[in-house]
């Protein structure tokens, strides 16, 4: 039975890929910047002769065909940047790269992903169909290594019938799995404001206009925007995360910058508030004497899983873990690249569980001390074999 010899394999092959993980995780690079990991998967891949090529410079493609390959194409895919955060973790595979370190769980995709690949290029006389297997780059920086490969022909030739996607879930304890149905994760959006005057002494303000008390009022300001212009049952979140501006007591600075995010779970309501932004934005700045420069990044689309192949997937999740560790996740503000797959062909976005309380592995995605319960490495390369070699839609 296929199901029983892909677990057989993943438990086989555990250690050797939580070594790959190991090597992945101690050499992470950012986003547009994965030279070594792109030759590392490369050559992994080679290894299993299996064919790939590269996609927008460190992205890479491949095909396993299995049975009558034409009849079933479908597509698995998984990220490999990681974020400039500093790794607090003492543990032997810890990053050695200054500044950089993969806490968002992308080592663990990206591993995943190659023992899937393992798994069923073993397998491959004993499914039908072709897995089109997808390494994509710059997940984490508009505007999203996603939508490069799309536009450099990732999708097609040939064109798979859906695509899936596993993110590691610090929430959610190792051994069990969450799918949602239809839209799973918010737009995200970069707002970048520069407030400027001519400067001054901090005992005179009338002589210039106090681009910290500019700044200030526009923070607050911009919440009303959430507030009293979106529909309330429709999550949406503004929030201004950076604040740079002056550097001593007695100077009103001639310049303070702002950086925030914008996310939404309706693109209608979503370029509605852009608009509000700007024109909220650019009036009270004015109006107090200042100018303005400001710029929306439109970044990445919402996450919508296709009702037919989650569906179809959750049930298969249940036959390889059991029903009752295959749950519900929840809607979540953040953001995933990945939503650009699902504007092109049916999705599937699903979350490993990675959380191991006794082991005091509880830390957030996006956190110095990041990290999981290696034994999700089985369940996940599992998986994704399991799905990648059976789901029909």
Same mark, same amino acid.
């Given at each position: 039975?296929?199901?029983?010899?892909?677990?057989?394999?993943? &438990?086989?092959? /555990?250690?050797?890929? %939580? =070594?790959? +993980?190991?090597?992945?995780? @101690?050499? #992470?690079?950012?986003?547009?910047? *994965?030279?070594?990991?792109?030759?590392?998967?490369?050559a992994?891949?080679?290894?299993?002769?299996?064919?790939?090529?590269?996609?927008?410079?460190?992205?890479?493609?491949?095909?396993?065909?299995? &049975?009558?390959? /034409?009849?079933?194409? %479908? =597509?698995? +895919?998984?990220?490999?940047? @990681?974020? #400039?955060?500093?790794?607090?973790? *003492?543990?032997?595979?810890?990053?050695?790269?200054?500044?950089?370190?993969?806490?968002?769980?992308?080592d663990?995709?990206?591993?995943?992903?190659?023992?899937?690949?393992?798994?069923?290029?073993?397998?491959?006389?004993?499914?039908?169909?072709?897995?089109?297997?997808?390494?994509?780059?710059?997940?984490?920086?508009?505007?999203?290594?996603?939508?490069?490969?799309?536009?450099?022909?990732?999708?097609?030739?040939?064109?798979?019938?859906?695509?899936?996607a596993?993110?590691?879930?610090?929430?959610?304890?190792?051994?069990?799995?969450?799918?949602?149905?239809?839209?799973?994760?918010?737009?995200?959006?970069?707002?970048?404001?520069?407030?400027?005057?001519?400067g001054?002494?901090?005992?005179?303000?009338?002589?210039?206009?106090?681009?910290?008390?500019?700044a200030?009022?526009?923070?607050?300001?911009?919440?009303?925007?959430?507030?009293?212009?979106?529909?309330?049952?429709?999550?949406?979140?503004?929030?201004?995360?950076?604040?740079?501006?002056?550097?001593?007591?007695?100077?009103?600075?001639?310049?303070?910058?702002?950086?925030?995010?914008?996310?939404?779970?309706?693109?209608?309501?979503?370029?509605?508030?852009?608009?509000?932004?700007?024109?909220?934005?650019?009036?009270l700045?004015?109006?107090?004497?200042?100018?303005?420069?400001?710029?929306?990044?439109?970044?990445?689309?919402?996450?919508?899983?296709?009702?037919?192949?989650?569906?179809?997937?959750?049930?298969?999740?249940?036959?390889?873990?059991?029903?009752?560790?295959?749950?519900?996740?929840?809607?979540?503000?953040?953001?995933?690249?990945?939503?650009?797959y699902?504007?092109?062909?049916?999705?599937?976005?699903?979350?490993?569980?990675?959380?191991?309380?006794?082991?005091?592995?509880v830390?957030?995605?996006?956190?110095?001390?990041?990290?999981?319960?290696?034994?999700?490495?089985?369940?996940?390369m599992?998986?994704?074999?399991?799905?990648?070699?059976?789901?029909?839609?």
């Amino acid at each position: 039975m296929l199901q029983q010899k892909i677990k057989a394999l993943a &438990k086989k092959y /555990s250690d050797e890929f %939580i =070594a790959v +993980r190991h090597h992945l995780h @101690a050499y #992470p690079e950012l986003s547009y910047k *994965e030279f070594e990991t792109s030759k590392f998967i490369q050559a992994k891949l080679a290894g299993l002769g299996i064919a790939y090529e590269t996609k927008a410079t460190t992205g890479i493609v491949a095909l396993i065909e299995g &049975k009558n390959p /034409s009849t079933r194409i %479908i =597509a698995l +895919r998984g990220d490999m940047d @990681a974020l #400039p955060i500093q790794e607090e973790n *003492e543990v032997a595979y810890r990053s050695v790269n200054n500044g950089v370190m993969h806490a968002c769980g992308h080592d663990v995709h990206t591993t995943c992903l190659l023992g899937a690949a393992k798994i069923l290029n073993e397998t491959k006389a004993e499914w039908e169909g072709t897995v089109k297997l997808i390494f994509q780059l710059g997940e984490e920086k508009n505007p999203g290594g996603a939508s490069l490969m799309i536009n450099e022909g990732v999708l097609e030739n040939p064109r798979p019938q859906g695509i899936l996607a596993l993110h590691v879930h610090p929430g959610l304890d190792f051994g069990k799995l969450s799918f949602r149905k239809g839209r799973v994760m918010a737009s995200a959006d970069e707002i970048y404001i520069t407030i400027k005057s001519k400067g001054g002494h901090a005992a005179a303000p009338h002589l210039t206009a106090d681009t910290i008390l500019i700044a200030s009022q526009l923070i607050v300001s911009l919440q009303q925007i959430v507030a009293r212009n979106n529909n309330p049952t429709s999550p949406s979140v503004l929030s201004i995360c950076s604040f740079q501006g002056g550097h001593t007591t007695n100077v009103i600075p001639n310049e303070v910058k702002l950086m925030g995010t914008f996310r939404a779970m309706d693109e209608t309501w979503r370029y509605r508030a852009h608009e509000l932004i700007k024109k909220q934005a650019i009036g009270l700045v004015e109006s107090m004497g200042a100018e303005i420069d400001l710029l929306i990044d439109v970044g990445y689309p919402t996450v919508d899983n296709d009702e037919k192949l989650t569906t179809e997937a959750w049930s298969l999740a249940e036959s390889y873990m059991g029903k009752e560790n295959v749950l519900e996740t929840e809607l979540r503000m953040g953001a995933e690249d990945f939503g650009f797959y699902t504007q092109q062909v049916p999705g599937c976005f699903f979350r490993l569980g990675v959380r191991n309380e006794e082991k005091g592995i509880v830390h957030n995605v996006h956190t110095p001390k990041f990290n999981i319960d290696e034994r999700a490495i089985e369940t996940g390369m599992g998986i994704m074999a399991w799905l990648g070699a059976s789901v029909n839609s």
